[in-house]
C-alpha cells in the first residue's frame, strides 16, 4: 500500500489510492461517492479526492457506521 507524505497538506489521491487507503473495495468508494456526498474532484473524467478533506468527512461520518452490522 502507498503511503501518502504526511508533509503534503493536500494530496490528491485516485480511486484506487483511496480504496487502499480506506482499506475497502473501489466500488465501495464510488457508492460513497454517489450516496454519501464523499468529497471529491471531477479531473476529466476521472475521480480525485483529497486526503485532508476524506479524513475530515470521514471523521464527520463515523458515528453512521460505527455500531452497524455488515451486510452479506
Not at 33 to 45: C, D, E, N, T, Y
Request: aromatic share 8%; proline share 7%.
Amino acid at each position: 500500500m502507498k503511503r501518502i507524505p504526511s508533509d503534503v497538506p493536500s494530496a490528491l489521491m485516485t480511486v484506487t489510492e483511496l480504496s487502499e487507503y480506506l482499506r475497502v473495495h473501489p466500488s465501495t468508494v464510488y457508492r460513497l461517492l454517489q450516496s454519501r456526498g464523499l468529497p471529491a474532484l471531477k479531473v476529466g473524467r476521472n475521480w480525485r479526492f483529497s486526503l485532508e478533506q476524506v479524513n475530515r468527512w470521514c471523521m464527520e461520518h463515523e458515528d453512521e457506521y460505527k455500531d452497524k452490522p455488515r451486510q452479506k
